[in-house]
């Protein structure tokens, strides 16, 4: 085993790659951006060094910063992660020529399954059935309208170069093929710097079903079964599970014994991915899948590979990349229950998934599942990287025991700060083809419209969030728990609700557990009924609750999370223990009243925000002098930028 390697990563999987080497002995190093400073990754390791600026091109993919890094801090081996360099066969080869190990494969084998054509070529030659369709090099447009003819519409074309999903393109008549077809062909060379396509049988129903082999430097080869990753948007995965509903055994022997020869054919050594397509239209059979691609490293979705197969997939790379054997043969390798992951992601599911920032103001998962993340509550999500808060992976004796422990998993997720797709994973899983096992790669855009529509903030949640709310302003009390002190007093709260719509509500006391609620003229009645569930009329719901910077969270079925109207004014001042106006929220700067060098009076107003289309005020919390402004007119700021601050006292 090595004893110190360096991680060229970030994110999660950096952090997940490091527990195992902890449990190893073996110490980390890490590597960062500036932007990454204080990231997590960064607080695990034994060691760090910067290898540049936040944008990617600049940082993690420059490979020889990295490698001059692992000589400088003496480590023996890299381990790529996914993503980044993890599939560069030239960088592979400047690893090896300075001495140091690639934990992954060799070169050849990346460079062997790097474009989709030559790859679909090499596995045809080895056996491994691969969907009908034109590999070759002819890129004249009419002689690929004939090839299609030939293959049968619908079909779909694809880049070689080709990667989520971008150069990909579905046709479903011969008249359209042309224009797809130069669509395709430019969106590959501005994206892959490669414009050649290739074209296939466009399956219908398909699901994608993916083996995870194993390799060792001895010729050895396994299989740990499959993923099913059917659960795509815009071809990109969302949920993934192990085993494959309706797998068979008979069909997972036969895309078993697929894999592994596809990993024979290129001498592989590793943690790999042999992705097929599989025609789910009439149930899985043996002779209804075809390879797709192969992917030459660990995968975001290993987690459930490892729990379904009690191993750990890193410390497999570790032993593998050191020289050892495979820990086991294929025939001591079993099944075990059924694993589920989701991958948490900051995204605006309503605004067209589009990848949100901001900072975790709160955030808190369940003890009872696997969750890997690269963040903790506090830290920003920037707007350089993916956007990807954690995944949360269950493991249950059957299919339903997963799933309801997911449900339930994803409930207990309580991220706050950022706009997140639990609630939209939450439907996903309560949908009820997935529940069936009913399902292929379009059931999310078939679905799309119920699964991203908004939901009407229940009264319940108003409620529970305006008693919260009240609690900022009276103590700055941090719990739902805490609210036995109330006084019997009517207190109106005005909240914006997660879609920007104002609400008022009135509180009434009528004991340290109950409240008369008036919301939209409607009187309620709430009772608090131990922590985390309370009585809202005659429903007994269960919800927890949460203060941050932001506003308030309240985690029920779904998140809602609500921004408080009235507390903002005091805020700066308290959060920045006197000298420091901070920015309560994200929001745009409008008016600035002050320069550095001007003498302020406690309560002026020094700065005006726009935020969430309202203004607010943020005034001097003491007496004093400015003594650096950090903001101008118009800026942008993220919600807890410093935007002022005053002279310190002596
Ligand atoms: P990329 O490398 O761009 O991700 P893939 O070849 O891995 O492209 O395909 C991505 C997804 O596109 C698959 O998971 C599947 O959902 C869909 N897909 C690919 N090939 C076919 C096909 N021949 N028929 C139907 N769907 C396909």
Request: negative net charge; contains cysteine.
């Amino acid at each position: 085993m090595f004893k110190k390697i360096l991680i060229a990563n970030r994110g999660e999987i950096a952090c997940r790659v490091m527990r195992t080497a902890v449990k190893h002995g073996v110490k980390t190093v890490a590597v960062y951006s500036e932007a990454d400073r204080n990231a997590m990754h960064v607080a695990m390791a034994d060691e760090s060094v910067c290898i540049g600026p936040a944008s990617v091109s600049e940082s993690y993919l420059r490979g020889e910063v990295i490698i001059e890094a692992a000589l400088a801090t003496g480590a023996e081996a890299i381990h790529p992660g996914y993503g980044f360099l993890s599939e560069n066969p030239e960088f592979v080869e400047k690893v090896e020529q300075a001495g140091l190990r690639f934990i992954g494969p060799g070169a050849s084998a990346i460079r062997a399954m790097g474009l989709k054509d030559a790859a679909k070529k090499l596995m045809h030659e080895a056996g491994v059935p691969v969907v009908p369709g034109y590999h070759g090099e002819n890129q004249d447009g009419e002689f690929l309208a004939q090839q299609a003819e030939e293959i049968g519409y619908p079909v779909l074309i694809k880049a070689r170069a080709g990667g989520g999903g971008k150069g990909m393109r579905l046709v479903e008549q011969p008249n359209d093929f042309s224009n797809a077809l130069a669509s395709a062909q430019r969106e590959a060379l501005a994206s892959f710097g490669d414009a050649v396509c290739l074209i296939e049988k466009y399956i219908t129903s398909p699901r994608h079903i993916e083996i995870q082999v194993f390799g060792d430097d001895h010729g050895n080869v396994v299989h740990l079964f499959e993923r099913d990753c059917s659960l795509q948007r815009r071809h990109q995965k969302v949920i993934e599970e192990a085993p494959a509903p309706g797998m068979t055994e008979e069909m997972r022997q036969a895309m078993g014994k697929a894999a592994v020869e596809a990993a024979l054919a290129i001498d592989y050594s590793g943690a790999g991915t042999v992705e097929f397509i599989v025609d789910g239209s009439d149930g899985l059979k043996p002779d209804q899948f075809w390879f797709m691609e192969m992917n030459t490293r660990l995968q975001v979705e290993h987690p459930v590979t490892e729990a379904i197969a009690g191993c750990d997939l890193v410390e497999w790379q570790l032993r593998i990349a050191s020289g050892e054997r495979l820990p086991c043969t294929q025939q001591e390798l079993e099944i075990d229950g059924w694993s589920m992951e989701a991958r948490i992601y900051a995204e605006d599911v309503g605004k067209g998934f589009l990848p949100a920032t901001g900072t975790l103001h709160h955030l808190e998962f369940p003890d009872y599942a696997r969750v890997d993340t690269g963040v903790r509550q506090g830290d920003v999500i920037s707007p350089f990287y993916d956007p990807m808060i954690a995944k949360v992976i269950v493991h249950g004796a059957t299919r339903d025991a997963a799933l309801r422990l997911m449900r339930q998993a994803l409930r207990d997720t309580h991220a706050a700060g950022t706009v997140t797709n639990t609630n939209f994973l939450g439907d996903l899983f309560d949908h009820q083809d997935f529940a069936d096992g009913d399902f292929d790669t379009g059931l999310i855009d078939r679905s799309i419209d119920q699964l991203t529509e908004s939901t009407q903030v229940p009264e319940s949640m108003i409620a529970i969030a305006a008693i919260e709310a009240a609690g900022i302003n009276r103590q700055n009390n941090h719990t739902f728990t805490a609210f036995t002190l109330w006084q019997p007093l009517g207190h109106t709260v005005r909240l914006i609700d997660q879609y920007g719509a104002e609400v008022s509500v009135l509180l009434e006391g009528e004991s340290s557990e109950q409240w008369r609620v008036t919301l939209n003229e409607t009187v309620h009645r709430l009772e608090k009924q131990g922590a985390g569930r309370v009585r809202f009329d005659e429903a007994t719901i269960d919800a927890s609750c949460v203060t941050h910077r932001a506003g308030v969270s309240v985690f029920s079925d779904r998140a809602w999370h609500f921004t408080v109207l009235d507390p903002l004014d005091s805020s700066g001042a308290e959060a920045g223990g006197g000298d420091l106006i901070i920015a309560p929220m994200p929001g745009q700067i409008k008016i600035v009243n002050v320069k550095p060098g001007d003498s302020v009076v406690s309560g002026d107003a020094l700065i005006v925000m726009e935020a969430m289309k309202m203004e607010h005020t943020l005034t001097a919390p003491r007496d004093g002098e400015v003594n650096e402004l950090l903001v101008s007119l118009n800026d942008q700021v993220e919600d807890g930028s410093i935007l002022l601050r005053l002279k310190v006292e002596e």
